[in-house]
Nanobody, 124 residues
C-alpha cells in the first residue's frame, strides 16, 4: 500500500504561482513513477505532469509546458509541482498519483494509488 497526501493548493490571481507537494508513505520503494492530474468541474480528469523516479525523466501536458515544473525528492518520498504564470483555466482539483509498474505515466488508469486532491483556484 502507498498513501499520498497533497498540499499547497489555494486561491491565486492570474499570473501568480503556487507550489503543490505530495508526500508518499508506505511501500514507497516500489514506486516506478508519480504524476499530477487535474479535474475541473464538469470535466474529465486530465494529465498534467509526471516524473519517472529512477531516471528523473519528466513529462508535461502541452497546456502547462513551460509554466509548470515537476520535481521529486526521493529521499523524502515527495514530489512537487511548481506552477507559474497561472491562468483561470488552470482552476481544478489537483491529484497526485503513484504507479508501481513500468509503463506509461500519461494515463489516469495507469496509476495504482491516488491522493485526496487539493483545490487550485485562479482568479482573473
Amino acid at each position: 500500500q502507498v498513501q499520498l497526501v497533497e498540499s499547497g493548493g489555494g486561491l491565486v490571481q492570474a499570473g501568480g504561482s503556487l507550489r503543490l507537494s505530495c508526500a508518499a508513505s508506505g511501500r514507497t520503494f516500489s514506486i516506478y513513477g508519480m504524476g499530477w492530474f487535474r479535474q475541473a468541474s464538469g470535466k474529465e480528469r486530465e494529465f498534467v505532469a509526471a516524473i519517472q523516479r529512477s531516471t528523473g525523466s519528466t513529462y508535461y501536458a502541452d497546456s502547462v509546458k513551460g509554466r509548470f515544473t515537476i520535481s521529486s525528492d526521493n529521499a523524502k518520498n515527495a514530489v512537487h509541482l511548481q506552477m507559474n504564470s497561472l491562468k483561470p483555466e488552470d482552476t481544478a482539483v489537483y491529484y497526485c498519483a503513484a504507479r508501481l509498474r513500468f509503463g506509461t505515466l500519461l494515463l489516469p488508469n495507469a496509476y495504482d494509488y491516488w491522493g485526496q486532491g487539493t483545490q487550485v483556484t485562479v482568479s482573473s
